[in-house]
């Protein structure tokens, strides 16, 4: 017997990357003006690694989002990052569920961030599980899965990448701890010339050109 998970939606998730910022790095980090709107505090400035020292970041982001729409997702046409900033949560600050409009892929890459900072959370479109799309029932789970979870919450920790569907709402838990969580997100794009004739279709109704 096989149980096929169709149609999913990928969420790249390395909680450990290993990446180790240098001094230089973070000091730049720590020049970036912030402002606070609401429950965000955001940078000023939306592409970070454009105007400031951070290339060996931006490459490494880079490089995993590669990763992702290439050797997971199988996408012959290459992503780029087209908006970037950084954002930090304070002690007992959360971020209310959102998505990100104008972009198709959007990262978040952890620079400081312990377990008691806050996790992200991905929730299921509509907050539905695949029980109750149709009829909005109530079930009892013996366990949560992600088959029957209409939220899923990742844990990250400093050196965290999380790289997802720019639609798909999110949100941050309560930083629980004594310390800012500081990350850079960023927003991708297509970069190749998309063909937009629909061609032939096979019988799977994929175009095939």
């Known amino acids: 017997m096989t149980l096929l998970k ?11 990357t290993g990446f180790e910022f240098t001094e230089e790095e973070l000091d730049t980090i720590k020049s970036i003006s912030i402002f606070q709107a609401g429950e965000k505090n955001l940078s000023q400035d939306t592409r970070i690694f454009d105007n400031f020292p951070l290339e060996r970041i931006r490459d490494f982001c880079q490089k995993h989002l590669d990763i992702y729409t290439k050797e997971h997702c199988r996408v012959k046409e290459d992503f780029y990052i087209h908006r970037s900033w950084l954002t930090t949560k304070n002690p007992k600050q959360e971020h209310y569920i959102h998505n990100h409009p104008n972009s198709i892929l959007s990262g978040v890459f952890y620079i400081n961030a312990n377990p008691e900072a806050g996790m992200l959370e991905i929730y299921n479109e509509d907050n539905f599980n695949f029980l109750n ?9 013996e366990e949560f899965n992600e088959i029957n979870s209409s939220v899923w919450s990742l844990e990250v920790t400093s050196g965290t990448m999380i790289i997802f569907p720019s639609w798909m709402r999110h949100g941050v838990t309560v930083n629980e701890s004594d ?15 998309l ?3 629909n061609g032939w279709i096979n019988s799977s109704g994929n175009a095939l050109v």
């Not at 310390?179 to 010339?193: E, L, P, S, T």
């Open 179 to 193: 310390d800012d969580r500081i990350c850079i997100a960023f927003n991708c794009f297509v970069k190749d010339y």
């Open 6 to 16: 169709l149609f999913p939606t990928p969420v790249y998730y390395e909680r450990n």
């Open 133 to 141: 799309r149709r009829f909005n029932m109530i079930y009892e789970f």
């Open 195 to 197: 063909n937009t004739h």
